[in-house]
C-alpha cells in the first residue's frame, strides 16, 4: 500500500501537475492579504474556505493522473479495492496537507495578520488556532470531493468537473448565515463563522461534527460509485 502512495504522488510531482493548484493558492491568498491586515481568526476562516475547492481540485488531478488499466492493476496489487482507495486518499492528503501547509504560513511575510484590535477580540494564539482547525477540518471533505469527481468515480471528465464545481457552489450558497439546510455541503462558510470567535468550543465541536458526517456519506457514496465502475 506504501508503494501504490508514493508511486501515485511520484507521477502526480512529475508530470508538473501539482504545480497549478499550488500557483493557484498563491494568487489567490496574495491577492487576498495584499488587500489589507485582519485578525488571525477571521482571516485564517476565510482562507480555509477559499481553500476548500482548490484541494477538492488537487485531488482530482491526482485521482486522474493514473490511467484506469493501471488503476484496475492497483486494486488488484493493492489486495482488494478498499485498501487501493485508501492508498488513493493518503496519496492526496500529502499535497493537501502541503497546501495547508502554505495558506497558514503565507499571511505572515505578507503582514495580513495582525492583533486583536479591541478587549472582546480572541488573542493572537486563539485566532492562530482556530485558523488551524479550521483548515485541517476542511481538508477530510475536500479529499472525498475531489474523489467524487474523479474519473474513476463518474465516468468522464466533463461529469467530474460538473460535481466538482455543483459541490463547491453549493456549499457556498448553502452555508450563508440563513440557509434552512446548511448541513447539504461541507461548512465552508458555517466554519468561516465559527473562528472568528477564536477557540470557542460550542462552534467549533458543531461543524466538526457536520464536516465529519459529510465526508462520511461522501466517503461512502465514492466507494458505491467504484465497485459499480469496477
Avoid at 450558497?173 to 434552512?180: I, Q
Wanted: hydrophobic share 55%.
Amino acid at each position: 500500500m506504501s508503494a501504490l502512495v508514493r508511486l501515485r504522488l511520484a507521477a502526480f510531482l512529475r508530470t508538473g501537475r501539482a504545480l497549478t493548484p499550488l500557483l493557484s493558492v498563491l494568487v489567490v491568498l496574495g491577492v487576498i492579504y495584499g488587500g489589507g491586515r485582519a485578525q488571525a481568526a477571521e482571516a485564517y476562516g476565510f482562507s480555509a474556505a477559499v481553500l476548500f475547492p482548490v484541494m477538492a481540485w488537487q485531488t482530482q488531478i491526482l485521482f486522474n493522473v493514473e490511467p484506469d488499466t493501471q488503476r484496475q492493476l492497483s486494486t488488484v496489487a493493492a489486495g482488494g479495492l478498499a485498501r487501493e482507495i485508501g492508498a488513493g486518499l493518503l496519496a492526496a492528503l500529502v499535497p493537501a496537507l502541503a497546501l495547508v501547509a502554505v495558506a497558514l504560513a503565507l499571511p505572515w511575510p505578507l503582514g495580513g495578520i495582525t492583533g486583536p484590535e479591541d478587549p472582546g477580540d480572541p488573542s493572537l494564539a486563539a485566532g492562530v488556532g482556530a485558523g488551524v482547525w479550521a483548515h485541517l477540518l476542511l481538508v477530510p471533505p475536500a479529499l472525498l470531493l475531489g474523489a467524487l469527481a474523479s474519473r474513476a468515480a463518474v465516468g468522464n471528465a466533463a461529469r467530474g468537473l460538473a460535481v466538482l464545481a455543483g459541490c463547491t457552489v453549493l456549499a457556498f450558497v448553502v452555508g450563508t448565515k440563513d440557509s434552512p439546510v446548511p448541513w447539504l455541503a461541507p461548512p465552508l462558510l458555517p466554519t468561516a463563522r465559527a473562528t472568528v470567535d477564536g477557540l470557542a468550543a460550542g462552534p467549533l465541536a458543531l461543524q466538526t461534527a457536520v464536516a465529519a458526517a459529510w465526508a462520511g456519506v461522501a466517503l461512502a457514496g465514492y466507494v458505491t460509485l467504484r465497485r459499480r465502475n469496477t
